[in-house]
């Protein structure tokens, strides 16, 4: 086995890593951020939970987060509640940096 061999096995792994922590994350803060939707829809406990893990659901649906927001969007709208894309956007930024330390604490 060469230098280069550890060296591309290395970046592989950290690659790997990183990209695993890049998808908690995202499904932590999709999560978060379900559960920050569900107490504006009245939700609470189990309802809420539920809802949460419909909203982690509904980023597999495209790539990106326009199917989060998607939902969220016409969730809040069909409930009476009209809520901006843009509204979402800024909550989902914030709730990104808690779902980080999150899971930054976890892996520690």
Known sequence: MTTFDDREK????KYEHDEGLKFKVTARRNKLLGLWAAGLLGKTGAD??????????????????????????KDFAAAG????????????????????KQIMSEVR
């Open 10 to 13: 290395a970046f592989e792994a």
């Open 48 to 73: 809420a939970e539920a809802y949460a893990k419909e909203v982690v659901m509904a980023d597999f649906e495209k790539p990106g987060d326009s199917d989060v927001m998607d939902k969220l969007v």
């Open 81 to 100: 509640k009209p809520t901006e894309e843009h509204t979402i956007r800024k909550q989902s930024e914030h709730l990104a940096v808690e779902a980080k």
